[in-house]
């Protein structure tokens, strides 16, 4: 069983800065943490951003320049550096990871993020 654990969420005010970590435990072989999508209050989940096993970026145009994903694989922990913050970011953000022989997708419990004005 694969455990994925989100740390790093909180209040902050618009312009400020968060660090999201998300760390895989459990029978983790064949399995990649690979990004980061979050869900506001009313709307569907989106995607932030996710990071390739080699390092290749993607990330949603409202987040671009703002917010950075980094992974460590040595410790199968996903990092998202977020900076310049918005209230449009307040969110529950959650961590996602793939099974790689059948793309089974697990999901963590999520962090909430809250930027004030």
């Known amino acids: 069983q694969v455990q994925l654990v989100e740390s790093g969420g909180g209040l902050v005010q618009a312009g400020g800065s968060l660090r999201l970590s998300c760390a895989a435990s459990?029978?983790?072989?064949?399995?990649?943490?690979r990004g980061w999508y979050r869900q506001a209050p009313g709307r569907q989940r989106e995607l932030v951003a996710t990071i390739s096993s080699g390092g290749t970026t993607t990330y949603a145009d409202s987040v671009k320049g703002r917010f950075t994903i980094s992974r460590d694989n040595a410790k199968r922990t996903v990092y998202l550096q977020m900076n310049s913050l918005r209230p449009g970011d307040t969110a529950v953000y959650y961590c996602?990871?793939?099974?790689?022989?059948?793309?089974?997708?697990?999901w963590g419990q999520g962090t909430q993020v809250t930027v004030s004005s």
């Open positions: 459990g029978i983790t072989f064949g399995i990649n943490v």
């Open positions: 996602t990871a793939r099974r790689a022989w059948d793309q089974y997708d697990y």
